[in-house]
């Protein structure tokens, strides 16, 4: 059984032929009831992003008793970082993907951000934030479709990205200090 959302899914479509699949949704607790009725079946979790942070790992972990093997690949955040030949030991890393943080206050703190973003923390939301809070001398870093054919890097002024009109897809957003 290959469980996933459906862009992962349709990512694989060369291994999932002739098994059985089950896309994720927002009923989480219906997945679990679906792995707990199918158990003893081989079962492979297939998702994006970075296993040990903000993921789906944590309510599989909560929510069955099974032990679980976990394969990781490369996080959304390292690899934006890779591609902009940048470290990221000095970053401060979060997500903003579905809770709120004090983005002003952490700016002051660091000279770098990495975050993992949504529809409601879009990349000229941030923009506006650090706008609102009278930063200067900061460029934001929006990587799109990250690892996809479509990837897109662009850097942004504060006061572009603001005024940008693009809907920005799944994306991880670095905000850096320059000139320091």
């Known amino acids: 059984i290959i469980i996933g959302g459906k862009r992962n899914i349709e990512n694989i479509q060369d291994w999932v032929e002739g098994k059985e699949i089950y896309y994720i949704d927002k009923y989480l607790d219906k997945m679990i009831e679906y792995i707990k009725k199918n158990k003893k079946k081989n079962i492979v979790i297939g998702v994006s992003g970075d296993t040990g942070f903000y993921s789906l790992l944590s309510y599989i972990k909560e929510n069955l008793d099974e032990k679980v093997e976990v394969i990781a690949g490369i996080s959304s955040i390292q690899y934006m970082f890779s ?80 005024k940008e009109k693009k809907k920005f897809g799944i994306n991880v957003v670095v905000i850096r200090k320059i000139g320091n």
Not at 135 to 142: A, K, P, R
Request: with cysteine.
């Open 83 to 162: 591609k902009m030949r940048d470290v990221w030991n000095d970053a401060f890393i979060s997500s903003v993907h579905g809770r709120e943080l004090d983005l002003a206050s952490i700016i002051n703190e660091y000279d770098k951000i990495g975050l993992l973003t949504d529809s409601k923390y879009t990349p000229q939301r941030i923009a506006e934030i650090i706008f609102q809070s009278s930063c200067e001398n900061i460029e934001i870093t929006v990587g799109e479709n990250l690892s996809y054919e479509n990837e897109c890097i662009r850097t942004y002024e504060v006061e572009e990205l603001i």
